[in-house]
Nanobody, 124 residues
Framework: QEQLVESGGGLVQAGGSLRLSCAAS????????MGWFRQAPGKEREFVAS????????LFADSVKGRFTISRENAKNTVYLQMNSLKPEDTAVYYC?????????????????WGRGTQVTVSP
């Protein structure tokens, strides 16, 4: 069974930073674009960022552009989400996802593998 395991979540004050990591099994990771999504209480899951297999192409939600970056280390089967200038509205469970395709996507239905999520809480 393919696995994605997120880590790095926690509690941080507004303006602070966190780096999320997602370790993936080889089949879920190799050759695939990766993405991060989040879901806040009472809200639908939303796209955050995505990166192509090569790392050359990235997509970001407007709400995080200029504050978040996404990167990957293919040799380690790991993708990262660096979150800076965090705001209380960034509070959510953050999910890592992988899709069977090299091109990044903002649409959750295009992703085939999902992690269980990691909680990020930003206090005012």
């Amino acid at each position: 069974q393919e696995q994605l395991v997120e880590s790095g979540g926690g509690l941080v004050q507004a303006g602070g930073s966190l780096r999320l990591s997602c370790a993936a099994s080889g089949r879920a990771f190799n050759g695939n674009a990766m993405g991060w999504f989040r879901q806040a209480p009472g809200k639908e899951r939303e796209f955050v960022a995505s990166i192509s297999w090569s790392g050359a192409s990235t997509l970001f939600a407007d709400s995080v552009k200029g504050r978040f970056t996404i990167s990957r280390e293919n040799a380690k089967n790991t993708v990262y989400l660096q979150m800076n200038s965090l705001k209380p509205e960034d509070t959510a469970v953050y999910y890592c996802a992988a899709r069977n395709g090299a091109i990044p996507s903002q649409y959750d239905y295009r992703y085939d593998y999902w992690g269980r999520g990691t909680q990020v809480t930003v206090s005012p």
